[in-house]
C-alpha cells in the first residue's frame, strides 16, 4: 500500500495500452490547464483487450506502481479495457490514492443525459464483450436499456490518421446506419463513446447516428471526473500557469509521436517521449 500525499502540485498520472488514452490527456488539459500532467502508454504490450484477465490485471499494476515512484497525486485509467478489468485491484493496491477509470464517468453523463434511457455503447469487441458500461449503467437505473456495439475498425482508421473523410464516414454508416434508421421508439437516445479513439470520430459517428442521438464522449467525462475528485480532496493546483506534461512510452517512440500528436491535438516528436522498460523486478509490486 501507499502513503498518499497532499502535495497540489504533483502530477496527474495517466496510463493506457497506448496512444488512445491521449484523448483523455488532451481532455485534462484542455480542462485543468494548470495541472501537471504524466502519461504512460504501454505500447510495449498493446492491445490489452487481446490479453486475459490475469494479465491485463498485472500489467495495469506495473504501470500504476511505476507513475506512483514518479510521485502522483491521482491516477487515471485511461484504458477501457484496463478500466473494465483492473480498477478494482488498482483501488485495493494503491489505497488511499485516488484511481479513476473511463467507464464510470461515461456511465454517469449518459444516464443523466438520457430522456428514455436507451443507450447505446460503441467501444471495441473486447469491451463490449466484458459488459463493463452495461454493468455500470444499470447500477445507476436497473430499468435502462442498452446496446452494447463493437465498432472496432475506428480504432484501426483513428490509428492511420483517417479519422476523417469519405473512408471514415463509409465505415460509420456501415456500423451506425440501421441505427438511424429506425423509428423513434426504438432508437436509443443517447451514445457513448467508449473507446478513448473514438473522440477522433465524433464527426462521422454523429452523422451516422443523425442529430436525434445525443454522444457522450468518456473522455470529457472522465476529466470532468478528475476534476470533481481533485476540489473534493482539495488537490487542485496553486500553481500559476501552464502545468508541466510528462510523456512515456514503453516501446516504439516515433510511431507514439506520428500516431499520438492527432490523439493529443498538438504535435510532438519523438525526442519529447522518455522510453522505458517496465519490468516486474523493478517495481515494488505488491498484492
Not at 183 to 207: E, K, M
Request: glycine share 8%; net charge negative; with cysteine.
Amino acid at each position: 500500500m501507499y502513503e498518499t500525499t497532499t502535495q497540489e502540485n504533483l502530477p496527474i498520472g495517466i496510463f493506457d495500452s497506448g496512444v488512445g488514452g491521449l484523448t483523455v490527456l488532451h481532455a485534462l488539459k484542455n480542462l485543468l490547464p494548470a495541472e501537471n500532467l504524466l502519461y504512460l502508454g504501454d505500447t510495449a504490450r498493446l492491445p490489452y483487450g487481446t490479453k486475459s484477465h490475469d494479465s491485463v490485471t498485472r500489467y495495469a499494476l506495473q504501470a500504476a506502481d511505476y507513475l506512483v515512484q514518479r510521485g502522483i497525486k491521482l491516477l487515471v485509467v485511461a484504458c477501457n479495457t484496463a478500466s473494465a478489468l483492473a480498477l478494482e485491484s488498482l483501488r485495493e493496491h494503491l489505497a488511499p490514492l485516488p484511481v479513476i477509470g473511463v467507464v464510470e464517468p461515461g456511465a454517469i453523463a449518459a444516464v443523466e443525459c438520457s430522456k428514455s434511457q436507451h443507450l447505446l455503447v460503441l467501444a471495441t469487441e473486447a469491451t463490449t464483450s466484458q459488459l463493463a458500461y452495461t454493468r455500470a449503467i444499470l447500477r445507476l437505473n436497473p430499468d435502462a436499456v442498452i446496446e452494447e456495439m463493437p465498432c472496432s475498425l475506428f480504432v484501426a482508421l483513428a490509428e492511420e490518421g483517417w479519422h476523417q473523410g469519405p473512408v471514415a464516414d463509409v465505415v460509420a454508416e456501415q456500423y451506425l446506419g440501421l441505427i438511424r434508421e429506425r423509428s423513434a421508439d426504438l432508437r436509443p437516445d443517447t451514445a457513448i463513446l467508449g473507446c478513448t479513439h473514438f473522440p477522433l470520430l465524433q464527426g462521422p459517428i454523429a452523422q451516422a447516428l443523425g442529430p436525434d442521438i445525443k454522444i457522450v464522449d468518456s473522455a470529457t467525462t472522465t476529466a470532468q471526473a478528475v476534476q470533481e475528485e481533485l476540489v473534493r480532496l482539495s488537490l487542485l493546483t496553486d500553481a500559476d500557469g501552464g502545468g508541466d506534461l510528462q510523456l512515456i512510452a514503453t516501446d516504439g517512440p516515433e510511431r507514439f509521436a506520428r500516431v499520438g500528436s492527432a490523439f493529443l491535438g498538438e504535435k510532438f516528436a519523438a525526442e519529447d517521449i522518455k522510453l522505458i522498460d517496465i519490468h516486474p523486478t523493478d517495481l515494488a509490486v505488491s498484492g
